[in-house]
């Protein structure tokens, strides 16, 4: 999942997550878990944690430490998913 921005300046890009201003030819890695490059047309932002995988009958929440989804069960969100996509 990417995200295009064609708002970028003289300056570089202007990073939405942080509010930033980083040169052109820059990557970097946002809080909220995206990659971003800043080229002088555009910034662009991917997710860095790939898709959600389904695992029947648990919901897959979004770890901002490590990018990466954990999984709980549906009935009791306190506990893990045994079985990992």
């Not at 300046?9 to 202007?14: E, I, K, L, R, S």
């Not at 959600?52 to 979004?62: D, K, M, Q, R, S």
């Not at 990466?68 to 009791?76: N, V």
Request: proline letters at 8%.
């Amino acid at each position: 999942m990417c995200s295009i921005d064609p708002n970028v300046t003289p300056a570089g890009c202007t990073d939405a997550y942080d509010g930033k201003t980083h040169p052109f030819g820059s990557t970097w890695n946002t809080a909220e878990c995206m990659e971003c490059g800043c080229h002088p047309n555009e910034m662009r932002c991917c997710a860095r944690y790939g898709g959600i995988g389904h695992v029947e009958g648990c919901t897959g929440v979004l770890d901002l430490q490590t990018c990466e989804y954990r999984y709980y069960k549906q009935d009791d969100p306190s506990k893990p998913c045994d079985d990992m996509p």
